[in-house]
């Protein structure tokens, strides 16, 4: 018989539990992915994922072409596309990895019933774009964790399925035209630049990434990962974040790594899990407050804008900012930062925010960027919402030589960038603070008290 492996954020032939279970079915697997119209319509497809997506489709349909197989593309509604391939291959099971947002849960409802009228299967498979599935650890009387610690002690005592070994063969049937298609093209995103330091997609770059990452960086990422000076964190992300890596993979590595910082990596895996079990239990928290609050947020464009582009007068938070813009990425630490600067400080409306830096991470995820931000503006499932950060003080510890503010602020030339004379800063171009912090700090504890 045949079935369909349908690929979404689960890009990678190795340790891949929807591609294994589809060739155990049957003889012959489609190995599909469908450029989805109803992704692209919530506006969620941008140039920096477009290009990152479509170098990740390549890489895919190289690794099924060198087992024998190749990778089919179609474009249009996922639930029409795949229903269609299963008619015209006589497929009689689709396999799909399980998702955790709204949209992920509505597919995989309108693909089983759509299959059952033709008689036809779908197999969804949990343990594949999380460690540990959603769902599998619940605190009593509850459907998710909403403290991580807690969280944090389950996961570490879990059993991770083992990781699958990527097959030798993918034998494909007939199916369309034997080309893959230009997915740029197909995915039509608002015109926009790609930010000029994106990173290469696909698994066998991020592959390679891990195994350098364990060669040597790793080591030093307990002492090192808030040091925005250090630059030391893995910048796996994007690679998690469309499965070119996988989750279980990453962890069963770095643990039989064992070394210095393989614990606190490992954390930050789970960070990944806890993100996706809150959003697979309340999938509404990727638009609406986690923890309702009452009062108005303020929402001056100047300042917004000013943020955006990195010209609030706070040189870490504007090197965050430009560095977001430059590479469609930053280190967790200048992503909160930044956050906390424009949901606590300037005290605007997180999916503001949210929404930004959706438009140009690519490795930008519903689950962790959303419950990051809610986590940061203090609406989410942070244990001390009333915390703000202090830009200075950010700045005086995790990048204490202005380094980092200099790598991306070229004009300030000033060895303290933290505190930069006026006369500086106006040769320089650059702003006075857009706001008084010890105001700002007194407004919102006024506002959320
Ligand atoms: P490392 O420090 O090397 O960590 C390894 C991996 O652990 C990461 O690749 C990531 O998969 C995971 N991880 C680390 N920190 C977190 C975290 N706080 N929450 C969830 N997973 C984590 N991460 C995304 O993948 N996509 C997003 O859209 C995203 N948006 C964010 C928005 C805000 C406001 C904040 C504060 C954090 C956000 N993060 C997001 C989480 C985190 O900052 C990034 O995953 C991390 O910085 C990526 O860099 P890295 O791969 O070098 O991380």
């Known amino acids: 018989g045949v079935s369909v492996a349908l690929f979404t954020a689960d890009l990678r032939v190795h340790d891949n539990p929807v591609l294994r279970a589809a060739l155990r079915d049957a003889e012959r697997v489609v190995p599909l992915f469908v450029v989805d119209s109803g992704i692209r319509r919530t506006g969620f497809v941008v140039p920096n994922r477009a290009a990152f997506l479509a170098d990740s489709l390549a890489d895919l349909d190289a690794a099924l072409r060198a087992r024998g197989g190749r990778l089919v593309v179609r474009a249009g509604d996922v639930v029409e596309e795949t229903c269609r391939v299963a008619v015209e291959t006589g497929a009689s099971v689709v396999h799909i990895a399980g ?13 089983r019933a759509e299959l059952a009228q033709g008689g036809r299967l779908l ?21 998710h964790f909403a403290v991580f610690t807690p969280y944090f002690r389950r996961w570490e005592g879990f059993s991770v399925r083992d990781v699958l070994p990527a097959p030798d063969a ?12 230009d997915v740029k093209t197909l995915l039509s995103c608002p015109p926009g630049p790609v930010s000029p330091g994106l990173p290469a997609g696909g698994e066998t770059e991020g592959r390679r990434r891990l195994r350098s990452w364990l060669a040597g960086p790793l080591d030093r990422y307990e002492e090192q990962h808030d040091d925005l000076t250090a630059d030391a964190t893995s910048r796996l992300s994007p690679y998690l974040h469309f499965g070119c890596l996988s989750p279980a993979e990453a962890l069963h590595r770095v643990r039989a790594h064992a070394g210095p910082g393989a614990h606190a990596f490992v954390r930050q895996l789970a960070w990944r899990d806890f993100h996706h079990q809150v959003l697979a239990a309340r999938p509404d928290a990727a ?3 986690y923890r309702p609050r009452h009062d108005r947020w303020r929402a001056d464009a100047e300042q917004i804008r000013a943020w955006k582009e990195g010209r609030t007068g706070y040189p870490v938070v504007d090197a965050a900012m430009r560095q977001l813009r430059h590479e469609g990425w930053m280190p967790g630490r200048a992503r909160m930062l930044a956050a906390s600067f424009l949901a606590k400080t300037l005290y605007v409306d997180w999916r503001v925010g949210a929404r930004h830096f959706l438009d140009l991470l690519v490795d ?3 689950a962790n960027n959303q419950l990051n931000w809610q ?20 700045a005086r510890r995790f990048d204490p030589r202005g380094a980092y503010a200099h790598r991306w602020l070229p004009e300030l030339r000033a060895t303290d960038a933290m505190h930069l ?14 706001v008084d912090l010890a105001e700002a700090t007194a407004r919102f504890r006024r506002l959320r008290g």
């Open 99 to 111: 998702g955790v947002s709204r949209y992920a849960a509505r597919r995989e409802d309108r693909l």
């Open 123 to 143: 197999r969804v498979h949990d343990a594949s774009l999380t460690a540990v599935p959603p769902g599998t650890l619940t605190p009593a009387g509850k459907d």
């Open 170 to 181: 993918v034998p494909v049937p007939e199916v369309g035209s034997a080309g893959l298609p």
């Open 287 to 289: 638009h609406h407050d």
């Open 364 to 366: 930008g995820d519903i």
């Open 375 to 394: 986590w940061v503006a203090g609406t989410g499932t942070d244990t001390r919402p009333n915390r703000v950060l202090n830009p200075l003080v950010q």
């Open 421 to 434: 004379p006026d006369a500086v800063r106006r040769e320089a171009g650059y702003p006075s603070p857009i």
